[in-house]
């Protein structure tokens, strides 16, 4: 496994897991899924991107942020900014 | 103004458990909320009652809210489909302080970790209307919803304002009710630094030894109805709000005026409000908070207001059992008011042993009272009580309540 794969899984268990903390059932949390079908809002996004901050140290904008649609784009986001 | 409010559901959870009738039953039964000096809610498990989105979303004050008002809603019978028109239906929940957990927890964060990490829920986890607007949105109630401050009155003013707005055709039915939750290490240490809580951490109202509250945290709600709407859809009414008034002492920030004057002239309004008077009155909910100034001062205040009855007519404290709910004192009291005069029963003052100078009227130490029928008619009249809450700030509200079915 390269070190680009297990960052990429890295990033999206923790995107994941702060997901499930804000209240959606784990099971729903795919990377195909949208932030509107599990029920996220603006709030919800500024939090995850507060923790994708201090994981990562990503500083994602509330222009970023407003281009996410699915846990997919925000994994993808974060991976890019940190390669 | 003519219009006349019903009680059709309660709600409660406090230091005696989760549910209405749980208070009124262990209140009855003797049995007191309070551990080792505070009154917590320890029955309490927010995710009984909300998701965990919800509870995520909520600070403890709205949590406590939540499960007292799906209970009182759950009580009037209104299941999914509300019995109104959504936009007929408000909801107005006293708060002292509001989500003042989530402040601390929020200021810590600011502290150790910078601004850019304070919690983007901070906001509306905090501020006091939250509880009303989190209520309305989970029971899609569409009326007049906010909530109203004034400290520890604040739960019987959210009645009373909300039985004014049914009274005014402003709406068909209300959420009223009150709601705190700030056993924080910053609120205990605040209140203990003013002297207003007990040292000895024993609430035993009127009596000679008490020496301050006992903080408690905990909600009650009622549904209100207008009494017509509420007899056209059948529902089952469980109580009165025949009258309501509220005076303010201009005398100090935190104590109560010594005479007593403007706490009586509330107590009096209510009897007006409610066209009754002091004869009428069968018992007395007191605000008694144990502290050695409001107990004196509401003693002198009930003498003054009810005259010659204020020897005859029992007088006891939930305070003696759960400690002192601050915003949702005054809800609470009133729905364990309502409970009571429903069985014609004067609940105990808890730990009232030693009388104090001047503090002479029948406290009801000992087991709880049987209200006798006044009048020579059978069945006796609905049992009509008053509700004392007064605040920090000299704001004094009464609520004239009676019992039904």
């Known amino acids: 496994m390269s070190a680009t794969t297990t960052t990429t899984a890295k990033i999206e268990c923790m995107i994941v897991e702060a997901i499930v903390s804000f209240g959606p059932a784990t099971e729903t949390v795919t990377r195909e899924a949208t932030f509107e079908s599990l029920d996220l809002d603006s709030l919800d996004l500024v939090e995850l991107s507060q923790i994708i901050e201090e994981e990562f140290r990503v500083q994602l904008g509330t222009a970023d942020v407003a281009d996410l649609k699915t846990v997919g784009d925000a994994v993808d986001l974060v991976v890019a900014r940190t390669s | ?17 989760v549910g209405a009738r749980r208070l009124h039953a262990r209140w009855l039964s003797g049995r007191c909320g309070i551990d080792d000096g505070v009154a917590r809610c320890d029955e309490f498990d927010p995710s009984e009652h909300m998701s965990s989105k919800e509870v995520r979303r909520s600070d403890r004050f709205t949590q406590l809210a939540i499960a007292a008002g799906s209970e009182a809603l759950a009580d009037a019978g209104w299941g999914d489909e509300l ?7 408000g909801c107005v929940i006293g708060t002292g302080i509001g989500g003042l957990g989530s402040m601390e927890a929020g200021h810590d964060v600011l502290r150790d970790r910078g601004p850019g990490r304070v919690p983007p829920l901070l906001v509306p986890l905090m ?3 939250a509880a009303a607007g989190v209520l309305a949105m989970r029971h899609g109630l569409r009326g007049q919803t906010f909530s109203v401050g004034s400290a520890c009155a604040a ?6 304002v909300a039985t004014r707005l049914i009274q005014a055709g402003d709406a068909q039915a209300m959420v009223a009710g009150g709601s705190e939750a700030t056993l924080t290490p910053l609120a205990t240490a605040a209140f203990a630094a003013m002297a207003a809580t007990s040292r000895s951490g024993i609430s035993r109202p009127f009596d000679r030894r008490r020496d301050g509250f006992v903080m408690g945290e905990g909600a009650g709600v009622l549904v209100l109805e207008d009494a017509k709407s509420a007899q056209a859809r059948g529902a089952r009414v469980l109580g009165h709000v025949l009258g309501y008034a509220a005076t303010s002492d201009a005398h100090h920030l935190t104590a109560p005026d010594p005479t007593g004057c403007c706490a009586a002239k509330a107590i009096l309004g209510a009897l007006r409000d409610a066209g009754l008077s002091a004869a009428d009155v069968d018992y007395v909910n007191a605000h008694g908070t144990s502290t050695p100034l409001n107990d004196r001062a509401e003693t002198r ?19 003696s059992a759960i400690g002192h709910l601050l915003g949702a004192a005054g809800a609470v009291e009133a729905v364990a008011t309502v409970l009571a005069l429903r069985e014609r029963v004067a609940p105990p003052t808890l730990g009232y042993e030693q009388p104090d100078e001047d503090l002479d ?14 009048v020579n008619g059978r069945p006796p009249k609905p049992a009509v009580g008053l509700s004392n809450s007064f605040g920090f700030g000299g704001h004094n509200a ?4 009676a019992g039904s079915g």
């Open chain 2, 361 to 374: 009227l029948d406290y009801v130490p000992g087991p709880p009272r049987t209200l006798p029928p006044r």
């Open chain 2, 127 to 129: 501020m006091t209307n």
């Open chain 2, 155 to 160: 739960g019987s003013h959210a009645i009373g």
């Open chain 2, 301 to 319: 205040a009930l003498k003054s207001a009810l005259g010659e009855h204020a020897g005859r007519i029992p007088v006891s404290s939930t305070k």
């Open chain 2, 398 to 401: 009464v609520l004239c309540l």
């Open chain 2, 1 to 17: 103004m003519n219009r006349r409010v019903v009680v059709t559901g309660f709600g409660a959870v406090t230091p005696l458990g």
């Open chain 2, 83 to 89: 019995p109104y028109d959504p936009a007929a239906i």
